[in-house]
């Protein structure tokens, strides 16, 4: 198997893998009316199906219009998904709920633009090759951050500032100027969240869950007590307590039910998954278009943030290591606008792994 095969073989093989469990964990929600988080197991399964069938299509297009039109297209890309973002603000569009505004909805469609404004920020910082238009992509990708903290997202507004300077490290900038900017940035971001309410009850009911089990406590003992019933062959797909308890089971929490219902396999298959998938994208950064053009390399290593960063913060939510943030993994939880801007990754990550329109 060549280089380009094996590379994107681990970039394909594993999100498939991911995403038609996902679609599996949706499906196999209970029947009876009422269940947490579901509602109508159909509808939900329905939306997941399309959301991926969108998210391959337009990850299909997004690698065959290669690394050259995108980063020609990445302002106004940037400019269109802040857009989508700021019109949660707006009345009538913007959904509130938990006192915050992170979700649009417009007629059949719904969901939150936060993972669409993130990986436009991996593109716009990526594309930036020279100091003047770099500057003016930091400006843009902080003005995202601020945009989503003012929602409030802080995990989104994290995330953001992570594929930032992973896309600038990427592209050479050195560490030892990264490091201690990014340091700064996420202990402001760490300390504004601490200023709101439901963050500081999320932080006391995962301290001290038991004293709490009627708020924010009661999904953390939930979450022990699906990894504690994780036995060696788990309690069966659509056979787990955790669904039934969880407010979200098939989006926020979506590693835990796998745990719980398909056992250490199944959570380990998922953990290998996202290996492979990391061992792809570094495959890619090193890809001889990714040597050749740090724009390339750049952007692969943002899309590779952007992936990887909310499938680790899912998984230490879900294995009760972080308290609980409201993070979905890429293509394994029930999150359409996810699934989408994740297609749309892979399919640039395939772009530059294949050398399509890659620059002299």
Same mark, same amino acid.
């Given at each position: 198997?060549? #280089?380009?095969?094996?590379?994107?073989?681990l970039l394909i093989v594993p999100a498939a893998g991911l995403g038609a469990l996902g679609l599996m964990i949706?499906?196999?929600?209970?029947?009876?009316?009422?269940?947490? /988080?579901?509602?109508?197991?159909?509808?939900?399964?329905?939306?997941?199906?399309?959301?991926?069938?969108?998210?391959?299509?337009?990850?299909a297009v997004v690698a065959r219009l290669g690394t050259r039109r995108l980063f020609a297209a990445a302002p106004?890309?940037?400019?269109?998904?802040?857009?989508?973002?700021?019109?949660?603000?707006?009345?009538?569009?913007?959904?509130?709920?938990?006192?915050?505004? #992170?979700?649009?909805?417009?007629?059949?469609?719904?969901?939150?633009?936060?993972?669409?404004?993130?990986?436009?920020?991996?593109?716009?910082?990526?594309?930036?090759?020279?100091?003047?238009?770099?500057?003016?992509?930091?400006?843009?990708?902080?003005?995202?951050?601020?945009?989503?903290?003012?929602?409030?997202?802080?995990? *989104?507004?994290?995330?953001?500032?992570?594929?930032?300077?992973?896309?600038?490290?990427?592209?050479?900038?050195?560490?030892?100027?990264?490091?201690?900017? *990014?340091?700064v940035l996420l202990i402001a971001l760490g300390f504004g969240a601490t200023r709101f309410g439901y963050v500081?009850?999320?932080?006391? /009911?995962?301290?001290?869950?038991?004293?709490?089990?009627?708020?924010?406590?009661?999904?953390?003992?939930?979450?022990?007590?699906?990894?504690?019933? /994780?036995?060696?062959?788990?309690?069966?797909?659509?056979? /787990?307590?955790?669904?039934?308890?969880?407010?979200?089971?098939?989006?926020?929490?979506?590693?835990?039910?796998?745990?719980?219902?398909?056992?250490?396999?199944?959570?380990? *298959?998922?953990?290998?998954?996202?290996?492979?998938?990391?061992?792809?994208?570094?495959?890619?950064?090193?890809?001889?278009?990714?040597?050749?053009?740090?724009?390339?390399?750049?952007?692969?290593?943002?899309?590779?943030?952007?992936?990887?960063?909310?499938?680790?913060?899912?998984?230490?939510?879900?294995?009760?290591?972080?308290?609980?943030?409201?993070?979905?993994?890429?293509?394994?939880?029930?999150?359409?606008?996810?699934?989408?801007?994740?297609? *749309?990754?892979?399919?640039?990550?395939?772009?530059?792994?294949?050398?399509?329109?890659?620059?002299?």
């Amino acid at each position: 198997m060549g #280089r380009r095969a094996l590379t994107l073989s681990l970039l394909i093989v594993p999100a498939a893998g991911l995403g038609a469990l996902g679609l599996m964990i949706v499906a196999a929600a209970p029947a009876r009316p009422g269940a947490a /988080g579901f509602g109508a197991p159909a509808h939900f399964a329905a939306r997941q199906l399309v959301s991926l069938g969108c998210g391959t299509a337009l990850g299909a297009v997004v690698a065959r219009l290669g690394t050259r039109r995108l980063f020609a297209a990445a302002p106004a890309i940037f400019l269109a998904a802040l857009a989508i973002a700021l019109a949660v603000f707006a009345p009538g569009l913007g959904v509130r709920a938990a006192g915050a505004r #992170r979700w649009i909805h417009l007629g059949p469609l719904s969901g939150g633009p936060a993972p669409l404004l993130i990986g436009a920020v991996a593109l716009l910082v990526a594309a930036a090759r020279d100091a003047g238009p770099r500057r003016l992509a930091v400006t843009g990708a902080l003005c995202a951050v601020l945009a989503l903290a003012i929602e409030p997202d802080f995990s *989104a507004a994290a995330i953001a500032l992570a594929v930032a300077f992973a896309a600038l490290a990427g592209g050479g900038v050195p560490g030892r100027r990264l490091l201690p900017a *990014a340091g700064v940035l996420l202990i402001a971001l760490g300390f504004g969240a601490t200023r709101f309410g439901y963050v500081e009850s999320r932080i006391r /009911g995962f301290r001290a869950p038991q004293s709490d089990r009627r708020g924010k406590g009661f999904e953390v003992l939930a979450l022990a007590h699906a990894n504690a019933a /994780g036995a060696a062959h788990g309690a069966g797909l659509g056979h /787990g307590v955790g669904r039934r308890r969880l407010s979200s089971p098939a989006s926020d929490y979506a590693f835990a039910v796998v745990g719980e219902e398909l056992g250490r396999g199944g959570a380990l *298959a998922v953990v290998a998954a996202w290996l492979a998938l990391g061992a792809g994208v570094v495959l890619t950064a090193r890809s001889p278009a990714g040597r050749r053009d740090p724009a390339a390399r750049a952007a692969a290593v943002g899309m590779g943030m952007a992936l990887a960063a909310p499938a680790a913060l899912h998984i230490a939510v879900c294995r009760g290591f972080l308290p609980i943030i409201g993070v979905t993994m890429p293509l394994l939880s029930y999150d359409p606008a996810l699934t989408v801007a994740t297609g *749309a990754e892979l399919g640039l990550l395939a772009a530059i792994a294949l050398g399509v329109g890659e620059l002299a």
